[in-house]
C-alpha cells in the first residue's frame, strides 16, 4: 500500500521557519516528480513547489519564491519543504504528492499527481 506521510507542521511565528518533511512508503517515487500544495480555509488548493526526480529541476509559486525551498532524499524516500520569512497567509493545511508519470519536467497542477498525503497544519501567528 503506497503511503505519503507529511510531518513537521506546526505554530510559528512570522518571520520564523518550519521544515515539513513528507516520507513516501509501499513503492519508490525515485524517478517520479514530488510536489507541494496546501489549502487555506478561503481558498482552494494552491500550487507551492515542485521537484524533478533527480532534484536538479525544481518550481515554486511566485508567492514563495525566494522563502521556501523543494528538496529531495531518495535514498530516503523523502521530500522536504523548507519554509523561511513565514507569513500569516502562509497558513493552511500543506500537502505532499508524487507523480506516476515519468516526465522531463516536474508538473505544477493538482490533476497530474496521483497520490497524496494526509496533509499537515501550518499555522503561523503575527
Known amino acids: 500500500q503506497v503511503q505519503l506521510v507529511e510531518s513537521g507542521g506546526g505554530l510559528v511565528q512570522a518571520g520564523g521557519s518550519l521544515r515539513l518533511s513528507c516520507a513516501a512508503s509501499g513503492r519508490t517515487f525515485s524517478n517520479n516528480a514530488l510536489a507541494w500544495f496546501r489549502r487555506a480555509p478561503a481558498t482552494g488548493r494552491e500550487f507551492v513547489a515542485a521537484?524533478?526526480?533527480?532534484?536538479?529541476?525544481?518550481y515554486s509559486a511566485d508567492s514563495v519564491k525566494g522563502r521556501f525551498t523543494i528538496y529531495r532524499d531518495n535514498a530516503k524516500s523523502t521530500v522536504y519543504l523548507q519554509m523561511n520569512s513565514l507569513e500569516p497567509e502562509d497558513t493552511a493545511v500543506y500537502y505532499c504528492?508524487?507523480?506516476?508519470?515519468?516526465?522531463?519536467?516536474?508538473?505544477?497542477?493538482?490533476?497530474?499527481?496521483?497520490?497524496w498525503g494526509q496533509g499537515t497544519q501550518v499555522t503561523v501567528s503575527l
Open positions: 521537484i524533478g526526480w533527480s532534484g536538479a529541476t525544481t
Open positions: 504528492a508524487a507523480d506516476l508519470d515519468f516526465r522531463s519536467r516536474p508538473p505544477t497542477t493538482a490533476t497530474a499527481y496521483d497520490y
